[in-house]
């Protein structure tokens, strides 16, 4: 475990004595571009700048490099990373011996391939405290075996919106097993300060042309990109200057062949993917979240948010506890090109209204997903399970009321 936290506890800490909590967080991404990853590095982060020593393992063999910004911000912040194939048997004989060296107060799996490595590299020996991200709606007992280990095994899950607790209710999860915790965003970071002007200028889109974007993988059907070329199609002829922008990792041959064959190829830019998300936004006049199915609650969805963006949000899973219909945004029916396109024409004439719900928007993200808020909410509930599993008294202070 990282020692480089090993201080003082931040102030607003439940955390009694000064002593930290050692957490060993496992995720199954090799990379942190995708939502689920990013937010595990968030998490750890916050949680390292409160004192607490972190560790995380990430997917891949160890000689495979751990580059990139959040990778930078990990280990900045005194979190160690680890890279580890989660598919064989000594992968998990590693694992194994990773927890009998380090003893980690708990561990925190994020994904459900992160979810059956731990269950199987630590059957017979004594587990630490488990907790588990859900960030889907998908039926939980799709599979039996993550119903199984979920019910049985993990004893706290952090669920990404109240429509996720309600799936995994419905699923035959106990309530109290679950506890609605929001993905975080760096107000800093993602602050309506941030210039998109740079952003533009590389996407060649002049400083007044109206821009309309989507981000999120290429390679996901379900983000609903061709929801939104279908919808530029209808624009086409209603407002002459207006672009669309697609940000995000994959390949772009298909969407380019569908733009091609709608007749907006020249009104839509494939921009790849970027690390600096909030630059991408910042140069946006509308976010569109178009997804069709299987959402939690879409990670750009907060973040456009927090930089004061106006938003429009496909009617899906925890999307609406965010964009609240005509007051943080607007939402519309999953897989409705017309319906996109109305609320594209209305948010573009009249900007008034489009500003008022975007710095209403902010307010409520502030309010709800700061990744500090975040960090405490886990801490809390660590705590309390720690608690139940009778930790001494040194170490956790029981929750406050």
Known sequence: MSTKNKGSIHPDSIISDNKPLKILMVDSHGSVQRGGAVQCASLAQALARRGHRLTCVFDGRPDQPLEGLWFDNLRSAGVQILRLGL???????????LLATERPDILHTHKNRALFFAYFATLGMRRPVWTAN????YPLSLSRLAHFIHRRHVARMFAVAQAVKDALVDDGIPSKKVDVIYGSFDPERFSPAVSGQAMRNAWQVPFGTPLVGLIGSLNTPKKGHQLLL??????????????????GEGDPSPLEAKASSLGVSDRVIFAGFTEDVPAALAALDIVVCASLRGEGLTGAVREALAMARPVISSDVAGNRELVRHGQTGLLVPPGDPVALAAAICRLLDDRGFAQECAVRGRELVLELCTEERRAEQVERAYCELLTAAGATPSMVERTKA
């Open 134 to 137: 859900r960030g889907t709606v």
């Open 230 to 247: 279908e919808a530029a199609t209808i624009l086409r002829g209603k407002c002459r200057d207006l672009r669309f922008v697609l940000v």
């Open 87 to 97: 598919d064989s048997p000594a992968d998990m004989l590693q694992f194994r011996r």
